[in-house]
């Protein structure tokens, strides 16, 4: 390994720069969010690539991995070298969707991923940020080299507004898949402060030893567990349970 000094900035790709100047367990946190153009049909995402052609699309997709020599070259060392379980998932993988843009990707991002794992620290967590158009893939590369065990959550970060299409459902959200090295993985707990006047509105007592506390009913407003009014979207909904419904389909 290369020697750094702290705070070091790296412009580039991060592949080499990990395999060259970051040791094993030296990392507590990684976030990526790994260039992929989600934009694209998948018809063209799961195309067949020749390498020649692919390579000569890059310019004009700069943020979209081709199938070209450089994911072949990927593909083979990965299926060689890497550990069994990563041989067999990459090799499924190419045999399941063929080789393509989404398989370049894939390809490079489990070279990646398996170089992160191995500089996370046992107490370290990794999340990736990635759409609905690879987000399933990726869990699956995740399982294989973090453990199916060590999956934490998927996050979804949703946008403001809906990337309409006027042929299906608008794209309204992102996913940030979270994973940890091992079941010790270190997490702080976030708190928010309550805004004072929903203090003064909604925790009015206050105990001997100074604490705020509020009181409430905490039974049903019937034996069955039903008989509850809430309004949604401008609609009063009265919810009943299935046996108070019969009774009051019996009743008329």
Known sequence: MKPITKNTLFYGDNLPILREYIPDESIDLIYLDPPFNSNRSYNVLFKEESGKESESQITAFEDTW?????????????VQNASANVSSMISALRGFIGTNQMMAYLTMMTARLIELHRVLKPTGSIYLHCDPTASHYLKIVMD?????????AEIIWKRTSAHSDSKTLGNTHDIILFYSNSDKFLWNKQFQAYDESYIKSHYRYTSQDGRKFRTDNLTATSLSGGGYTYEWNGVTKIWRTPKENMQKLHDG
């Open 144 to 152: 294989t080299i973090f453990g199916i065990e060590n999956f934490r």
């Open 66 to 78: 081709h199938w070209g020599e450089d994911a072949e070259k990927t593909y083979h060392e990965l």
